[in-house]
């Protein structure tokens, strides 16, 4: 299978994400490629190193961090961000989308990237642990789900689905309601977790407790090996976001949770049939009227 890389168009967007979680040295090497390609992309690992104060490791290191396996795909990267550059074409908003694109062609692009986002979160999801998910929450006493931000709206969107079907559950925005109510979870309890970036402490904090307390913790995140997976039951994966000046993580992220979601809830619905089916019934003639 062909190995596909981030675009050079994405490069900038990319060390602008990922900046906060590198050290200072990465951080370095990431801002010196992102404002200089054309610079860098003339310059050997050794250069680039000495460039930045730091060593040829750490360029390496930062390199596979963006995405690319190691320095020599990151410099053709950089060669052909640079040459773009020079064209004088129009400046890309998504890896695609240039500012002067027509609106028809914005919607074609971004559709097809969400269905891209799509595919990848559905062939990456490991359907042993959503099985384990699901049945925890089809039998908890109390599902808490944290998020912040868009991984916020995530979480409040799986909490009014699990209601509409007679669960108790509740997605706190405030992190320290999150982590008080975790206090109260134990055994037979679930607690799901939502960031992307598997690094978001108002988010670790409450699936800590909540692990520590006994619950059963699920996170739902686009890095298995990240922080939050440590208090994790069970890890769902989405796929890694295509992230842009105007597409941020937190736009192209959201995609994949709110399939994971989907698929998470459903696969309760069916476990809970015989008592989801009354409740969404009743949920919708109590609505009804609201909608004529």
Excluded at 9 to 23: C, F, G, I, N, Y
Aim: glycine share 8%.
């Amino acid at each position: 299978m062909k190995e596909t890389f981030p675009p050079p168009a994405a490069l900038a967007a990319k060390v602008r994400t990922l900046a906060p979680s590198m050290t200072r040295s990465m951080q370095r090497v990431a801002e010196a490629v992102a404002g200089d390609p054309a610079g860098c992309a003339a310059l050997t690992v050794t250069g680039l190193a000495e460039l930045t104060g730091t060593s040829e490791a750490t360029v390496v290191r930062t390199a596979r961090l963006l995405g690319y396996p190691g320095y020599r795909d990151l410099r053709l990267a950089l060669a052909g961000l640079a040459a773009q550059q020079q064209s004088g074409r129009s400046p890309a908003i998504t890896t695609d989308i240039a500012v002067d694109d027509p609106i028809a062609d914005v919607v074609a692009k971004l559709a097809y990237d969400e269905q891209q986002t799509l595919a990848d979160t559905a062939a990456g999801l490991d359907t042993a642990q959503l099985g384990a998910a699901v049945a925890a929450v089809a039998a908890a006493r109390r599902t808490d789900v944290y998020g912040i931000g868009a991984s916020g709206l995530v979480a409040q969107d799986l909490t009014q689905k699990l209601l509409r079907i007679g669960l108790m559950a509740h997605a706190p925005g405030d992190p320290h309601l999150a982590v008080t109510n975790a206090v109260q979870l134990r055994g037979g309890d679930v607690a799901i977790a939502i960031t992307h970036s598997g690094s978001t402490g108002d988010v670790i904090e409450p699936l800590r407790v909540a692990f520590e307390r006994g619950a059963t913790t699920v996170a739902i995140t686009g890095r298995p090996d990240s922080a939050v997976t440590s208090y994790a039951d069970h890890v769902l994966t989405t796929s890694t976001a295509r992230e842009s000046e105007l597409r941020p993580a937190a736009m192209s992220s959201r995609t994949g949770q709110l399939l994971v979601v989907d698929c998470l809830f459903v696969g309760v619905a069916q476990r809970t049939y015989e008592s989801a089916a009354p409740a969404l019934a009743a949920s919708y003639e109590a609505l009804a009227h609201r909608h004529r």
